[in-house]
């Protein structure tokens, strides 16, 4: 995917793989599916996409709203990162929050995802951010909507450096559009 220069914000951005086939089988089982034994394998494969050549002092999982978190029973982002933190020897951040509930972004065009992220995230921990070197994990790269949103909270709250890691970045140019609903998983309870 092509990011128009005007809207990048973030330094930069490493994924896995691209947002199809059985790698996006497995990102839809274990965030609307709720399997949650899948974030060893899937944080394997972040781990893989990870960059060796940078430095960080913090490592911040995107959040949930806690109503979000609270309905899936897990952050998924938040057990993506875990191995990741671990690697880079850091402990994650939980630096940067929700204020609000929003809309799944699935679906919206990217000025409706724009619309929506608005005011949704606040910097709950500055001096874990100020004058610091960012990784912001996310589990799917869209249209980089979340990323810019977040990435611009943290860089008004001092962030010297944010640098997006996802396990799985939409290419707009060959992959399917993203369903409008999370996906209805049959045998999955």
Same mark, same amino acid.
């Given at each position: 995917m092509v990011c128009r220069e005007s809207q990048v %914000?973030?330094?930069?951005?490493?994924?896995?793989?691209?947002y199809d086939g059985a790698l996006q089988q497995l990102i839809q089982l274990f965030k609307y599916g709720k399997i949650e034994t899948l974030a060893g394998p899937l944080s394997k +494969? +972040?781990?893989?996409?990870?960059?060796?050549? #940078?430095?960080?002092?913090?490592?911040?999982p995107m959040p949930l709203h806690w109503r979000k978190r609270w309905q899936r029973g897990f952050n998924q982002t938040e057990l993506l990162a875990r191995p990741v933190a671990k690697r880079y020897g850091l402990r994650l951040s939980k630096a940067l929050g929700r204020t609000r509930y929003t809309q799944p972004q699935a679906g919206l065009t *990217?000025?409706?995802?724009?619309? %929506?992220?608005?005011?949704?995230?606040?910097?709950?921990?500055?001096? #874990?951010? &100020?004058?610091?070197?960012?990784?912001?994990? *996310?589990?799917?790269?869209?249209?980089?909507?979340?990323? &810019?949103?977040?990435?611009?909270?943290?860089?008004?709250?001092?962030a010297t450096r944010v640098t997006a890691l996802t396990l799985a970045r939409v290419d707009k140019r060959s992959?399917?559009?993203?369903?409008?609903?999370?996906?209805?998983?049959t045998g999955v309870s």
């Open positions: %914000n973030f330094d930069s951005t490493y994924s896995f793989g691209s +494969l +972040l781990l893989r996409a990870a960059p060796l050549n #940078e430095q960080f002092d913090a490592i911040i *990217d000025t409706e995802r724009r619309k %929506n992220l608005k005011g949704s995230f606040v910097v709950k921990r500055p001096d #874990e951010v &100020r004058g610091k070197r960012i990784l912001l994990i *996310d589990d799917v790269f869209t249209t980089g909507a979340t990323l &810019r949103s977040a990435t611009k909270i943290l860089k008004e709250a001092g992959a399917p559009a993203v369903a409008a609903v999370e996906p209805k998983l």
